[in-house]
């Protein structure tokens, strides 16, 4: 009979101990699984992030290329006006000539302003929602490391359980 209590005992810390280490392999690879997660999280948070800035920075370039395109379209038509009213005989340099030529420019400014601040909205608007999902990357980022202390926390738990059963087994083995 004590022979097979022995058996027992033994068979019962084997398998507290079999079971522990499965416990903490499965957490160990958890713990992994969400570290690879939370690297892939920041890889892309990274990567939208240069793509954001490059999207602001296009927007930019694209507002003032449209803007100097308005300011030279405007010169090119006070340069028409001038030769338009210098063939009529006007005097170009008073007058409604001179008040028509000012507004075209004026007006021309005006509207390379707008188209400015158009593009500077938009790159603005990028770089706000860019902003936006880098927070919530990071949260993601955070989320999955809390994830995977919580699977080997678990694990380790789970561990301790495995060994103290095996134990009350042994234990009782011997009742």
């Known amino acids: 009979m004590a022979i097979i209590t022995a058996i027992a005992v ?3 810390v084997v398998g507290a101990v079999v079971s522990a ?3 903490a392999a499965a957490g160990s690879r958890a713990k992994a699984g969400a570290a690879q997660s939370a690297g892939a999280e920041q890889l892309a948070r990274e ?4 793509r954001r800035e490059r999207q602001a920075n296009e927007l930019l ?7 100097d395109i308005i300011l030279g379209k405007a010169l090119e038509i006070r340069s028409a006006q001038r030769a338009g009213f210098a063939a009529s005989g006007v005097v170009i340099s008073s007058g409604s000539a001179q008040i028509i030529e000012s507004d075209t420019i004026r007006l021309a400014q005006a509207d390379a302003i707008t188209t400015m601040f158009g593009s500077i909205d938009e790159a603005t608007e990028v770089r706000a929602a860019g902003q936006f999902a ?14 995977g202390r919580s699977a ?3 694990a380790r738990a789970q561990s ?3 060994i103290i059963g095996g134990i009350s087994q042994a234990a009782g083995a011997f009742v």
């Open 10 to 12: 033994g068979a019962a």
């Open 21 to 23: 280490r499965a416990s």
């Open 47 to 50: 990567t939208n992030a240069r």
């Open 61 to 67: 370039r694209r507002g003032r290329d449209e803007a």
């Open 134 to 147: 880098e927070l919530e990357s990071v949260s993601r980022q955070r989320a999955f490391g809390i994830q």
């Open 152 to 154: 080997a926390s678990a």
């Open 160 to 162: 301790t359980a495995a």
